[in-house]
């Protein structure tokens, strides 16, 4: 079992370093190509490869960092497409820094070449994850052993992702008992074991069972399961043990470097983006009068009362409804200005002053706080870390909540966010935002 799971990464990280290898050779085919001239192409090649074998290695890193080359991430094309985009883009930054350091110590400088090469890398990877996905001679298989009972709270966890893993074969346990699981581990060969651990049968039983028996498996709870297919929290298996356990931990150097990034983005984007603030409240002066900002109470960190600036995209300033309810409106100026997020740029003098992060929750409303604590278990626990511009939830929820139940699923997507908070996350975040808003203005 170890060695088919040895090889089958072996297999992918060296079927993605050729690849890596023809997409250089194929971006310096293409620029010549558009220069008229493709003779020299093969001593253009060995000239640039030695130069470029660092980026291979900083790609194959963030990758597999990334857990890019995991089993459940390449099964699942709606997770190994994303996170193969989120870590080129990294890798295609880290790059740029490594070819403007080094300028004057390499013979090449290669700008044109550079964006071929990411591009068509991007293709040629993406073309490997479909075929590992659905192609069953490349072994991009989950075949996992599931251990639980009838009517838990995982049932519908199983269901739904079985459904979206074409590639996945899960076999249920019948009897629980150690010999009887540890045989059917050692005959089915499972890469993957889902338990039950709200069940305290189960969680002693997954002790008991020999070492040998699941050391090359990889051992998931459902609700980590879940996590990782699916970008959010499952709720019903959320309780005040895990909120302690997984979720109140500090990080401090996290937390250092990233107010750093905040303030090094925040201050010259906002002085950047003053003219595109003033047309803003030009328009809206034009279309419905004054004010055009408006200062809206928000929570933020341990429930702190802010007031957060905003150009005024709805009619009127009301801090205890969602859109739609009553006599408020979004106004035509105000749907451009939320459209293409100018609304948010004053917002930036928040995060100046450290209210807010540039990546986290959105802060909610004071009038609609005490309504969602009361109808979502532990909606505190939103409130232990700052709240930002862009968060998880928005850039991976379709819409934005107009009610309870919406809230409550913006709500698991937060809570994976504070789980799972780091500065690789926050940065696809920021790339997934970037993307958005460019799809938006795009339409």
């Not at 470029?52 to 699942?76: K, R």
């Not at 190994?80 to 080129?88: D, G, N, T």
């Not at 249920?172 to 074991?193: N, Q």
């Not at 990233?258 to 950047?272: G, H, T, Y």
């Amino acid at each position: 079992m170890k060695f088919q799971r040895n090889f089958h990464l072996s297999f992918v990280i060296i079927t993605d370093v050729i690849f890596l290898t023809l997409s250089l050779y194929i971006a310096l085919f293409l620029r010549n190509f558009f220069d008229g001239n493709t003779l020299n192409v093969w001593q253009l090649f060995l000239g640039h490869i030695l130069y470029f074998v660092p980026l291979y290695i900083l790609m194959i890193s963030i990758l597999y960092i990334s857990l890019a080359y995991s089993d459940t991430t390449l099964a699942y094309l709606r997770r190994s497409i994303p996170k193969l985009a989120e870590s080129l883009t990294i890798s295609a930054v880290f790059g740029i820094l490594y070819f403007y350091i080094f300028a004057t110590y390499l013979p090449i400088s290669p700008k044109v070449t550079y964006a071929l090469f990411f591009a068509v890398s991007f293709i040629l990877l993406a073309l490997s994850r479909i075929a590992y996905a659905k192609l069953p001679l490349l072994g991009a298989h989950i075949n996992a052993v599931v251990i639980i009972k009838r009517g838990s709270i995982y049932e519908n966890v199983i269901q739904e992702v079985g459904m979206n893993a074409p590639r996945a074969t899960f076999t249920r346990v019948t009897e629980f008992t150690t010999k009887s699981v540890a045989d059917l581990l050692s005959k089915s060969g499972a890469s993957l074991i889902v338990y039950d651990n709200t069940d305290k049968e189960i969680v002693q039983l997954i002790s008991m069972l020999p070492t040998h028996i699941i050391r090359y498996a990889t051992v998931l709870s459902g609700d980590i399961l879940y996590e990782h297919i699916f970008g959010k929290i499952f709720l019903p298996a959320f309780n005040e043990e895990s909120l302690l356990r997984d979720y109140l931990n500090q990080k401090p150097f996290y937390e250092i470097i990233k107010r750093l990034f905040d303030l090094i983005i925040a201050i010259p984007f906002f002085i950047i983006t003053i003219p595109f603030i003033v047309v803003g409240i030009i328009a809206i002066y034009i279309e419905t009068g004054r004010p055009a900002f408006i200062f809206q109470e928000r929570l933020g960190v341990g429930r702190k009362i802010m007031r957060i600036p905003k150009l005024r995209s709805m009619s009127q300033n009301v801090n205890g409804a969602w859109v739609g309810e009553g006599e408020n409106k979004v106004t035509k100026v105000g749907a451009f200005l939320r459209k293409t997020r100018i609304d948010e740029l004053p917002q930036l003098w928040s995060v100046m002053k450290g209210d807010m992060s540039l990546i986290g929750p959105r802060p909610d409303m004071t009038g609609l706080e005490a309504r969602l604590r009361e109808e979502i278990d532990f909606y505190h626990a939103r409130y232990t870390v700052p709240p930002g511009l862009s968060g998880w939830a928005q850039v991976t929820q379709v819409a934005v909540p107009q009610n309870v139940e919406e809230t409550r699923e913006r709500f698991a997507y937060d809570m994976y966010y504070i789980k799972y908070r780091s500065m690789f996350l926050d940065f696809g975040i920021a790339l997934k935002t970037v993307r958005i808003l460019l799809s938006r203005m795009g339409h």
